[in-house]
C-alpha cells in the first residue's frame, strides 16, 4: 500500500463545527463593533484562535488592545463556542463517515486526527468519536498552526510513521499546504478542492476508500 495511515482534519471534514464558530466569534466581533461576515469567517479555516482574532481586528479602529485583553477577548469567544459545542452528539457525525471510517481501520489503516482545535478532544467526546482513532494531534500540542506542518507531523510522530506513508484529508487550502509541507500527500473535499492543489479531490467523504484500495 502506498499509504498506512490517513490523517484527518476535524472541522469541516469530520463535524462541521462553522456555525458555531460564527456566531462566537460575531458575538466578540458586534461588541468590539467591527463588521463580521460569513466571508470573513471563510478567512478563518483552518487558522489558529489567536490567528483569528487578528484577522477580525484588522477592520478594528478603536483603542489599542492590550495583551491581556486579547487573551480575554480569546477565553470570551472559546467560552461562548465550548457552550454551543454542549449539544453536539454522534448525530452530528454521518452514517457515511462512520461507515468509512470503520472500513479503513478494516483494512489496515492506522487513523490520526490532525486539527488546530484545542477543543478537539471535547468535540471527539460529544460526537462519540474518540474510539476510532489511534492518536490525536491538536492545538494543545503544537505552538504553530496550519499552514505550518507541525500538528500533522506530530500525528506522524504519535502513530510511529513515517511522513511518506500518510496521506492527509483536508477541507482547509492552509491545510493542503501544511500536509504537503509534512511531505504528505493531501486529499482535498469541500472548498479545499478549489484551488486545485490537492493531490486528490473528493467529491464525497467515502471516496477515500477508492483511492486507498
Same mark, same amino acid.
Given at each position: 500500500m502506498q499509504y498506512?495511515? #490517513?490523517? *484527518?482534519?476535524?472541522?469541516?471534514? %469530520? #463535524? *462541521?463545527?462553522?456555525k458555531y464558530h460564527y456566531l462566537a466569534w460575531k458575538k466578540l466581533a458586534d461588541r468590539l463593533g467591527i463588521e463580521f461576515t460569513q466571508k470573513d469567517n471563510d478567512r478563518l479555516r483552518g487558522v489558529s484562535r489567536e490567528e483569528?482574532?487578528?484577522?477580525?481586528?484588522?477592520?478594528?479602529? @478603536?483603542?489599542?488592545?492590550?495583551?491581556d485583553k486579547r487573551k480575554e477577548y480569546l477565553k470570551?469567544?472559546?467560552?461562548? &463556542?465550548? +457552550?454551543? %459545542?454542549? @449539544?453536539m452528539t454522534r448525530d452530528d457525525v454521518t452514517k457515511e463517515v462512520r461507515a468509512t471510517l470503520k472500513k479503513l481501520r478494516e483494512k489496515g489503516y492506522l487513523l490520526a486526527i490532525g486539527s488546530s482545535s484545542k477543543n478537539t478532544? &471535547?468535540?471527539l467526546e460529544r460526537? +462519540?468519536?474518540?474510539?476510532? *482513532?489511534?492518536? #490525536?494531534?491538536?492545538?494543545?500540542?503544537?505552538?504553530?498552526?496550519?499552514?505550518?506542518? +507541525?500538528v500533522f507531523l506530530k500525528a506522524a510522530e504519535l502513530l510511529g510513521?513515517?511522513? +511518506?506513508s500518510c496521506l492527509v484529508v483536508e477541507d482547509a487550502d492552509?491545510?493542503?499546504?501544511?500536509?504537503?509541507a509534512a511531505g504528505m500527500?493531501?486529499?482535498?473535499? @469541500?472548498?479545499a478542492t478549489l484551488s486545485g492543489r490537492a493531490d486528490y479531490n473528493l467529491t464525497a467523504f467515502e471516496d477515500l476508500l477508492g483511492i486507498l484500495e
Open positions: 498506512k495511515a #490517513v490523517i *484527518f482534519d476535524l472541522d469541516g471534514v %469530520l #463535524v *462541521f463545527t462553522d483569528s482574532l487578528n484577522i477580525i481586528l484588522e477592520k478594528y479602529h @478603536g483603542d489599542p488592545i492590550s495583551d470570551e469567544k472559546n467560552d461562548t &463556542y465550548r +457552550e454551543s %459545542l454542549g @449539544g478532544s &471535547y468535540i460526537t +462519540e468519536l474518540t474510539d476510532a *482513532f489511534d492518536a #490525536v494531534s491538536d492545538g494543545t500540542m503544537i505552538t504553530r498552526s496550519k499552514p505550518d506542518p +507541525e510513521m513515517e511522513p +511518506e492552509a491545510g493542503v499546504t501544511a500536509a504537503h500527500d493531501a486529499a482535498a473535499i @469541500g472548498t
